[in-house]
Nanobody, 113 residues
Framework: QVQLVESGGGLVQAGGSLRLSCAAS??????MGWYRQAPGKQRELVAI???????NYADSVKGRFTISRDSAKNTVILQMNSLKPEDTAVYYC?????????WGGGTQVTVSS
């Protein structure tokens, strides 16, 4: 059974930092990443990292967020700096293997102005 367990998130003031972590079990993902969904909006990609370490970021977070991965532990980390109120959303961990996508339950990130 595949499980994605997220930790981190919370409430922070604008300009602050948060760190999200996601541990995958029952799967050796090809890609791991983070998506987010704000109220009334569609879920969108934040950042993704492949097994070889290649990364891709949404334009809105480039230069502020950093994604990293510990493949031995099947863990992906999202370091979020210089947070803005528009970063407020539920953040979901994602793991991809072949044609399948797996999702965590989501963790709330709220940035106050």
């Amino acid at each position: 059974q595949v499980q994605l367990v997220e930790s981190g998130g919370g409430l922070v003031q604008a300009g602050g930092s948060l760190r999200l972590s996601c541990a995958a079990s029952g799967i050796i993902p090809n890609n791991m990443g983070w998506y987010r969904q704000a109220p009334g909006k569609q879920r969108e990609l934040v950042a993704i990292i492949s097994r070889d370490g290649s990364t891709n970021y949404a334009d809105s977070v480039k230069g502020r967020f950093t994604i990293s991965r510990d493949s031995a532990k099947n863990t992906v980390i999202l370091q979020m700096n210089s947070l803005k109120p528009e970063d407020t959303a539920v953040y979901y961990c994602n793991a991809q293997r072949n044609l399948y996508n797996y999702w965590g339950g989501g963790t709330q990130v709220t940035v106050s102005s």
